[in-house]
């Protein structure tokens, strides 16, 4: 029989990856919609309203931010180029220092579990590069709300969401699950005081 099980979002919440993702994503949606400087805020602030969507998500948002459409084969594009920009910078993307440490120790009490935007193959392996894998008994890529519903449809006792955007508070919260924000090192750490509480 499972233990309780802990979700954790990734980027954001156990890697540091805003700053580098943003402008990874501006560098994609200007290369395939062929913008320019001046379309940079809007961009970043659609990217920043949708953070911890699928990608897909905010692709459709983002275009119609700025009035435009998009299709299967520009979403496509979009999500190579958004891919291959954030590899780039993925050194410069560090993983919160009290990470280990709060996988490692709640590991000892609930089943962790890896969900992301990011697409599956893609989550995986970047969990696996930077040897963080190991700590979950899943991982899955590609949409939070999947799941989550997923795990309560199997019947597990999901205790705690554990993210930073408001997108991943409102899946916890569709699916009846206590959400837990972090906004950086401070508040992850901070985390196995309120586990433990």
Known sequence: MSRPTVVFDYDGTLVDTFAAKRTAYWRAVADVFRLGEAHR???????TRTSGASRFVQFAQTAEDLGRLIGDAESKMLSERFSAYSAETADVMPEFPSTRRVLESLGGRYDLVLTSGLPHDSLLADAER??????????????????????????????????????????????????????????????LEVVHQ
Do not use: N
């Open 41 to 47: 805020a809007l961009v970043e602030a659609s990217f």
């Open 130 to 191: 930077r040897g963080l894998a190991g700590f979950f008994v899943e991982i899955e890529g590609g949409d939070k709300d999947r799941t989550l519903g997923r795990l309560r449809g199997q019947g597990r006792a999901v205790v705690l969401f554990v993210g930073d955007t408001p997108y991943d508070e409102s899946v916890a919260t569709a699916h009846s699950v206590p959400f837990y924000r972090v906004g950086g090192d401070a508040d992850l750490a901070r985390l």
